[in-house]
């Protein structure tokens, strides 16, 4: 589904995107030959250096080649030999962090923390504190690539203890944001907030360009904390969430990055969602929609359909919701998204409980339960927390010494200025007073360590029994899944050796008929022979369809490239000869270019009882202009082919049933209940869907969707 931007902006941002890329293209033409010229001067100036002066040289290449990752992963690691030939201490780090920094933005997070490493150990040896700075942040970004975030939590706030104690605040507003974004993604609202705050009121101080990136992260957390099951203060926490989002959107209209203006729409739709204004919430969401297609952000489509599927479940839109959440789904599972995948299982299980597919409601509750244990294990938890616990342990140290500096540096002003009996005085009574706070503390932690202990074990036996009942459950559905593929395989051995069994009496029986009829001239005799051959056609037509649906239950799909309009055509010249009774007008809207790459035979099941079934079921009223209309296209990664017709239609009360075995909703007496069960069948095996509802002119049209293969 795309959203149509309003026309003047959509226009100006075009235009500004072509006056950028035609003077990016000039920019980058004249600057790479400039460039390369140096390149070729340096690479002389390296090859002939001498031994001390080579790393740095190295280095000089690495970064006017840094953006080829083979030519710049070459000068890094001739960077590196020489350093290690040189004893060059500062340049092996920088080569190091180089060959990582490379690494990392190809994707290859492990090797690059491998790097990151050395060029810390050796920064630290050497203090070079610049160097630890970007070692730190490098290692904590990669960490947090591959989802560990006890150890990405870990590096932020080592990386936060430097820039806290060089006090740039630039630098420390980027630390607590990234800190803040770590705590996000562990779902711990509340500590993401105060870190998103505090980067928020370092850089309103600064005036940084960055900010309504923080307005955003802020919304987010907030959004997260609201939506929570425990959340005492939703509908507060949902405005505030809609604020930060609000103020985020207001600040891009001054310029700011897509991702940054899609996230903002995206939170904001959810936010009114919550808050019950849906029209305002789907605006919102489509703008983001639409965003994310052109960058083609594939987390943030995942979240994006998440929430238009839970306003589409709000409205009863059923089938909506669940092909929006099915494209979430897809997402997920493409990017290992585990929390979103978590939460789509969750919707997934209220949508199949709404329309009373329990079986799939359960299955789905289950999946939820499963991921939920997973996302967050008990030895992440306990590294999260010492992480944390040792971070605040490190301030309270350096607070405490600066205390104790400032407390002696008074001590000595009094010692100057009062008498010896007063200054003894004083300092008894401090350390009084630190002892009795001393021993309070000491009693909370106590009371503390037993509370925890005790939530604790109760949390273990509440696992114990959760572990049980999926285990219950678990062997429950294979069981069933056991007992239900016996009873199709049993009954699938029966239709077939049901059907060859009876076709050959039946064909005995025809022939008969046949033979009877030629010699037999009686009235009586031959309308009996007749029925009682128009009744052996029928069944052997019956038979002919289990046959059919025997062969469609165990064949594989041979995908194979289908011309649609030969087929189709075919199809109607067959039936227009065996329904000669009335003119039927046939009007085929298929492009002679339009080719499927589906199982034929599957494809001529479905379309051919569809086409037969517009035709059998036409009004044979001389008052009525009967019409098919036959129409097919591909939208999206889906192809689509509709049979509209104004035959004799469909009543409401069995438009349900009209899919099942053996069911007839009209009393035409030549139909065996069988063709809509076949093109079902048929339809699901190409992991298709079928429906059927009336059209825009009241007249019935049956939809299949197939995915392109």
Known sequence: MNTILPMCDYHMNALKKVVT??????????????????VDSLINKAESASLTDKPALYMDLFVKTRHDFDSGMFYANESRK???????????????????YLYKNQGYAEDAIAHYLNALTTARNNSFTDREKASLNGLALSYYSLSQFDKSLKYHFESLALREKEGNQSDIAIAVNNIGLVYYQLTDFSKAILYFKRALDIEKELGENTIEGTYVNLGLAYLGLAQLELSE??????????????????????????LIFLEAHNGAGACLFALGRKSEARKKLLIALNVAYEENAESNLLSIYNNLAQIDLSENNYDMALNKLDSSQILAVKLNSRNWAKKNYKLYAEIFNEIQDYQNAYLNQVKYDSVSSDILNDVVAKNMLQTQVDFEERQNLEIIALKDKEIGRRTTLLILSIIISVLT?????????????????????????KTIESQNKTLTELNSVLEERVRERTEELRESNEALMKSNHDLDNFIYKTSHDIRGPLATLQGICNIALMDIKEPMAVDYLQKLSKTAYKLNLILSKLLVINQINNALPLLEDVRLLNLVDGMVDENKMSYFSKE???????????????????????LGNLINNAFKFHDDSKRIDSYIRIRSCIEGDLFLFEIIDNGVGIEESVAHQIFDIFSKTSEIQDTAGLGLYLVKLATE??????????????DTLFRVTLPIN
Do not use: H, W
């Open 584 to 606: 039927i007008a046939v009007k085929v809207e298929i492009s002679k270019s339009l080719k499927i790459t589906s199982d034929p035979d599957l494809l001529k099941i479905i």
């Open 21 to 38: 890329i035609f003077f990016a293209i000039s920019v980058s033409i004249f600057s790479n030959a400039l460039g390369q010229a140096d």
């Open 82 to 100: 020489f350093a290690l030939m040189a004893g060059d201490s500062l340049n092996y780090t920088r080569a190091e962090y180089a060959i990582a």
């Open 233 to 258: 203060q939703k509908i507060e926490q949902f405005d505030l969430a809609l604020e930060n989002f609000n103020k985020g959107i207001e600040l891009c209209n001054d310029g700011c990055s897509n």
């Open 685 to 698: 095996k190409l992991d298709g869907k079928i429906e059927v509802k009336k059209s825009d002119e009241g």
């Open 425 to 449: 005085v004083v300092i008894l009574f401090i350390l009084y007073r630190n002892n009795k706070i001393r021993r309070r503390v000491n009693k909370k932690l106590t009371v503390a360590n």
